[in-house]
């Protein structure tokens, strides 16, 4: 038994470093044009948004908090405001829209799963503001849907949908929506057919077990969809700029407007680490939250 006892032992495995070594290299490249790129626009943005300006309007490095002080101004907190109302209906919408497709698509599609998805995402690789213009004659006076909403006496003359925020909201619904149906799809099919039926029988209805059991299990996707369609949402110019009056304007014409037009690249930018700060806050509460989710699963 001696003898054997050496034997017997298991013995520890070192953990092999090599493929790390080789992952961590491949990741260089990518991590270096992000810190190159990114971080050092972000840095530049920073520093411009103490910055002032000349008599021609051009910026100038300095230390100024006049533009930060600016953004205290009620008309800028006004757009703020409604971008963010924007695109947290925007959010809403396109869950309430995503979430049916990519259920039907993932649990009824069969086969021709692959096809749905792809008749969804392959328009959408068409050019932004191509569609923003398409969907901007859809929706003017004289468009299709007005015109078939009054065949139909839901609208008269006066009904406008273009320069008004139902505008606004409808062109960012319709260009962010597939952002919300991917991770839903794949979210839905990972989910176990099987915790459905057994659902079913708990609950005694497709009701209550969609809200107890379906609805739970795919909340990290539900998750990542409000995250991908919130952050270009916030953002976004054209469509204000596009469907929305001067009324409707949001952060990002703003932005646009104080760079391109109005040469006052300070206010510009601290509107830019305005708008940067509100969509790290949405960032980190997904990471948050995704986070908390792990670790209960992990229980």
């Known amino acids: 038994m001696a003898l054997l006892r050496p034997s017997s032992r298991t013995r520890r495995r070192k953990p092999d470093t090599s493929g790390s070594r080789m992952w961590t290299w491949f990741m260089l490249p990518g991590t270096l044009w992000m810190t190159g790129f990114l971080i050092a626009s972000l840095i530049l943005v920073a520093v411009l948004a103490v910055g002032t300006t000349d008599d021609l309007g051009n ?10 002080r600016a953004l205290a101004d009620p008309a800028y907190t006004e ?3 409604r971008s963010l109302g924007y695109a947290l209906l925007t959010c809403l919408i396109c869950l309430l829209i995503a979430y049916p497709v990519a259920y039907t698509i993932a649990l009824h599609g069969g086969r021709y799963k692959n096809a749905l998805i792809a008749a969804i995402v392959v328009p959408f690789f068409a050019n932004y ?6 969907w901007s004659v859809v929706l003017s006076d004289d468009g299709p849907l007005l015109r078939a909403l009054r065949a139909i006496g839901l609208a008269d003359g006066d009904t406008k ?5 139902i505008g606004v909201v409808a062109g960012l619904v ?6 919300m149906i991917i991770p839903l799809y794949a979210a839905l099919e990972r989910l176990d057919v099987s915790l459905i039926e057994a659902g079913r029988d708990l609950y005694g209805g497709p009701v209550r077990t969609f809200f107890f059991v ?3 299990a795919t909340r990290q996707g539900a998750a990542a969809g409000l995250v991908l369609v ?3 949402a916030m953002g976004d110019f054209v469509s204000a700029q596009l469907m929305g ?7 990002g014409n703003l932005i646009q407007d104080k760079f391109f037009q109005g040469q006052n690249w300070p206010l510009g930018s601290a509107l830019t680490m305005l708008l940067m700060l509100v969509l790290l806050l949405g960032m980190f509460g997904y990471l948050r939250r995704t986070r908390k989710d792990e670790a209960e699963a992990a229980r």
């Open 59 to 68: 910026p100038r490095f300095g230390f100024d908090l006049a533009s930060v």
């Open 79 to 81: 757009v703020m405001l």
């Open 129 to 134: 503001l191509v569609r923003m213009y398409g």
């Open 161 to 165: 949908i273009l320069n008004t925020g």
């Open 174 to 179: 319709y260009g962010f929506v597939v952002f």
């Open 214 to 216: 379906t609805l739970p």
């Open 230 to 232: 919130f952050l270009p």
């Open 245 to 251: 009056g001067p009324d409707q304007i949001m952060i």
